[in-house]
Nanobody, 124 residues
Framework: QVQLVESGGGSVQAGGSLRLSCAAS????????MAWFRQAPGKEREGVAA???????KYDDSVKGRFTISKDNAKNTLYLQMNSLKPEDTSMYYC??????????????????WGQGTQVTVSS
């Protein structure tokens, strides 16, 4: 299975920016969509943003206009540019890969390959 490794997390003040990266160990023709999820302690894992083979994107309403998902196919890397960060964005962030066109691109059960996560902490 393709390994996914996230990086770029850290601690920032509210209003700041971070860029997360998710490096895949190799290209996989079986990956249809990739996405970023986040999970805070005691909460469900929630979808943040997704991007698929046709470059269509999907964002959760809570991050629209602030976060941008992108991918570099040559580098097998997924990105999440996060601007205007808020304390409520504090979470562990995970990248994930879906093997088939998801019916709901931000639903975790559509994804079967996950990275280990990177922590994002936003202070007020």
């Amino acid at each position: 299975q393709v390994q996914l490794v996230e990086s770029g997390g850290g601690s920032v003040q509210a209003g700041g920016s971070l860029r997360l990266s998710c490096a895949a160990s190799r290209y996989s023709s079986s990956t249809y969509c990739m996405a970023w999820f986040r999970q805070a302690p005691g909460k469900e894992r929630e979808g943040v943003a997704a991007i698929c083979k046709d470059d269509r994107t999907k964002y959760d309403d809570s991050v629209k206009g602030r976060f941008t998902i992108s991918k570099d196919n040559a580098k097998n890397t997924l990105y999440l540019q996060m601007n205007s960060l808020k304390p409520e964005d504090t979470s562990m962030y995970y990248c994930a890969a879906a093997p088939a066109p998801p019916r709901w691109p931000l639903w975790k059960d559509e994804y079967n390959n996950w990275g280990q996560g990177t922590q994002v902490t936003v202070s007020s």
